[in-house]
């Protein structure tokens, strides 16, 4: 069935929620990766702008059942292909610098009817996007369609898309926003209330920020991870490369759930001490569900902050040895391990976990600071 589009609000039963992420609704199966994906795990993603004149179905009271006409619309609006196709790109790099889930431009298409379609390589996308005209002018500006079908359909008969203060503003964001949301249905996630302007997946078009905020990024690590995933071994640890003196910061990870572990690998020479700093991210804010007449509800208050504890560690060149630790904050505190001496240099590891076993997915980002391990001598008694 169709997801609830932007603008529009659609009854949407409830189900068993992970923010607004149901843990059944990521993909388990796509055209690169066959099947068999689980929650957490790196996932790629084709997808495309199908042909003109490709059918489309007519899913609901008023929409027309006309193939889609969205390459010409999007070309009488922007003027040109490489134009529009940018903001597409651009909707779809950022879900990519968020999550695990890696997304290839499927540039073959064989114009079967959208939805029904299951991707192929080489023959059509996961994601496939037309339109033709749904409702016209508001109301539904777009919907979108669940994993494993994935498919988006934009409304070529509404004025906003063309509307110099409407999709066209501030460098099309209510385009890429529509886009980004609908995309959001399309990983899995249902819509989130209350309708405050904070969140990308409410059920109504907000302009006051750009692409994914706070809750979607905890629905996109719950059901994908983080965009340096799958490292849950020192053997497949994120690489940070060589560091010299200084501080590296690394923003926008997660701990998915309590068995997820992060690695992340840095190589320094001889001489070298490292600090490391892991810190919970989140915030508290006004979170719940859709109701089953179509309305939002109120929310409650959910602090992101504290989902998880979390502990760090820092690990010797043999990816086992571990040479300092931290774990005695309590949630939503950052854990700090002091200057801990690299003895003649070499790859070392830090590994990131959980020390609670609460099954949900907290952010946290991580700072590395080297420094030269210069020998120094106290005295005890001046006199």
Known sequence: TPISPRRLVTVVPMRSRRFQFPDSFRWDSTAT????????????????????????????????????????????????????????????????????????????????????????????????????????????????YFPEGGDMVIDTGDVYYSSPGGGLANSSRGF??????????????????????????????STAFSHAQLDDKLAGWRGYGDNREDNETSGAASDLGALGNGTVNVTELSIDDNGD??????????????????????????????????????????????????????????????????????????????ETPLGSGGTFFVRGFATTSVNNVQGYQLAITIADDVPTMSINDVS
Not at 333 to 338: H, K, L, P, R, S
């Open 176 to 205: 890429k926003n529509i886009l980004a949301h609908e995309h959001g249905h399309g990983l899995g996630f249902l819509h989130s209330c209350p309708l405050n302007n904070t969140k990308l997946m409410e059920p109504t078009l």
């Open 261 to 338: 572990v992060d690695f992340y690998k840095f190589t320094v020479p001889a001489g070298k001490k490292a600090s490391v700093t892991l810190t919970p991210i989140g915030s508290t804010y006004l979170a719940g569900p859709q109701n089953n007449d179509g309305s939002c509800s109120a929310g409650t208050n959910f602090n992101a902050l504290t989902v998880q504890n979390l502990g760090v560690e820092l690990i010797d060149t043999n990816g086992t040895s571990v040479l300092a630790s931290a774990t005695g904050a309590v949630a939503g505190v950052a854990e700090n391990i002091g």
């Open 33 to 144: 990766d066959g099947g068999g994906l689980t929650l957490g795990q790196v996932t790629t993603l084709t997808w495309n702008i199908v042909p003109d004149g490709t059918p489309i179905a007519s899913t609901r009271s008023g929409e027309s059942s006309a193939p889609s006409n969205l390459r010409a619309f999007l070309d009488g609006i922007y003027g040109s292909e490489a134009t529009w196709i940018a903001h597409f790109q651009e909707v779809f790099n950022q879900w990519g610098a968020l999550t695990g889930v890696n997304y290839v431009r499927e540039l073959n298409d064989d114009s079967a009817q959208l939805v029904v379609n299951d991707g192929v390589l080489g023959v059509r996308a996961d994601i496939r996007i037309g339109g033709h005209f749904i409702d016209g002018d508001f109301n539904v500006l777009a919907y979108n």
